[in-house]
């Protein structure tokens, strides 16, 4: 497969960009360059793609089910519950709705964490994104249930060579209120020997962390320190209850934090300290987390309120500006998993969208930066490539009618 994409404006120059495979080979002139496809790069930008590096895909099925509720009530009276109904099929069919979603507001790549791994990484391979994918594991201090979670995820970890390499299979450890020491200890240790990314939560709420003292005697992340779980293979969400030293901590450790501004405002878990967390030398990306508490998973949205939080928290207008706040939403979560992605250059996987300039939210075009992170939304997205294959042209995505539609049954079957 072989893209040429003539003319595009690429840092204020036409540019052509020719892919060929999945990377990035070329960019310039062009001319004697013939591919497979050729699109027209006219009054369009091509940038890199944006990675969203916290999510729960599949809870797309769940967009708009329980509301304006506070974070525990939310989890027990309604994810929980719901949860336990959900089949292998509704988290394919959830987690397509969400790589639906993703793609046509630009996102090629996330980070996952949810039941029925064979189901995302099924939807995710079918739809051409790549993600990082943890079977979610919570036992509650049940000896039985982390016997089975660590069997499964074993089990995964074998089976996770049926998918193509942009499927990457990691260890989900819920949270600490949720894993017991000893299941966390085994996913550090399991993880370590197999060269595994881990994703958890950390430091959400106040509850978790008083909680945490009354158990351990010790806070999140000392403790976690303490059972030698923190390391540069672990990406943290929400990480907002932290002391100053405790960022300095997870930052010494490599510990990758993941930002979720919607989510964190819409169930008031308090605020990541972004400007703190980037000056203490912990790497930060933002995430969407999943639509149940989000509602949906647009980053340009994501990064637009991270952007907007900082300043308005810090009452500094000048923290987190569109530069940085694109950073976070693009290259930041490729780098913590080790893509050459979120970045156009040669050599780099062809991983991008092109956007329409004549779209009135990009207009005058001043700064596209600062356009996408402020003004755009997704109807300023025309094409979204991933590894070097078109999934999305003129806003058309292949099947979206048909999962759209599937989406439609889970009012049926969820509703209340
Ligand atoms: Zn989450």
């Known amino acids: 497969m072989s893209i040429l994409i003539k ?14 495979g999945n990377q990035i080979r070329k960019i310039g002139a062009c001319s004697d360059q013939t591919a497979e496809t050729v699109l027209d790069g006219t009054d369009k930008a091509i940038l890199p793609t944006f990675h969203n590096a916290h999510t729960h895909a599949a809870m797309a099925y769940m967009r708009s089910y329980a509301d304006d509720l506070e974070l525990h009530t939310w989890l027990n009276d309604h994810v929980w519950p719901l949860e336990a109904r959900v089949t292998e099929e509704d988290v394919y069919n959830g987690a397509r709705l969400a790589c639906l979603e ?11 964490m949810y039941w029925f791994w ?3 990484a099924r939807a995710v391979e079918e739809m051409g994104l790549r993600a990082a994918i943890s079977a979610v594991f919570i036992d509650f201090d049940d000896p039985q249930k982390a016997k089975e979670q660590m069997e499964q995820n074993q089990r995964l970890f074998e089976e996770r060579g049926r998918y193509s390499d942009r499927i990457i299979f990691q260890i989900g450890p819920h949270a600490i209120y949720t894993v017991s020491e000893k299941s966390l200890r085994w996913a550090a240790e399991f993880a370590a020997e197999h060269g595994l990314m881990i994703h958890t939560h950390l430091a959400e709420t106040e509850k978790e962390v008083a909680d945490c003292v009354k158990k351990h005697g010790i806070r999140p992340v000392a403790y976690l320190d303490s ?92 923290a987190l500006p569109a530069e940085t706040a694109w950073h976070a939403g693009t290259r930041a979560g490729a780098e913590m998993f080790g893509l050459n992605s979120g970045v156009i250059t040669e050599g780099a996987l062809a991983d991008c969208m092109l956007v329409d300039l ?28 991933c590894d070097g294959n078109i999934l999305m042209q003129d806003r058309k995505v292949d099947g979206e009618e048909e999962i759209i539609e599937k989406a439609h049954e889970y009012r049926e079957k969820f509703g209340r």
């Open 7 to 20: 003319q595009v404006r690429l840092n204020d120059k036409a540019v052509d960009v020719y892919i060929r």
């Open 102 to 112: 993703m793609i046509k507001s630009g996102a090629t790549f996330f980070n996952d």
């Open 118 to 120: 064979h189901s995302t």
């Open 227 to 318: 059972i030698g779980f923190l390391g540069s293979n672990v990406t943290a969400a929400h990480c907002i209850c932290l002391e100053p030293e405790e960022m300095e901590l997870l930052a010494e450790r490599g510990v990758k934090a993941l930002h979720c501004p919607a989510s964190n405002m819409k169930l008031c878990s308090g605020k990541f300290r972004f400007t703190e967390a980037q000056a203490a030398g912990l790497q930060v990306a933002v995430g969407t987390d999943g639509a149940a508490s989000n509602n949906n998973l647009d980053m340009g949205e994501e990064i637009k309120l991270a952007a907007l939080l900082e300043k308005h928290s810090t009452g500094n207008p000048t």
């Open 358 to 385: 004549n779209n009135e939210r990009l207009a005058p075009g001043h700064h596209l930066i600062a356009d996408m992170v402020y003004s755009a939304d997704s109807s300023c997205i025309d094409t979204v490539i």
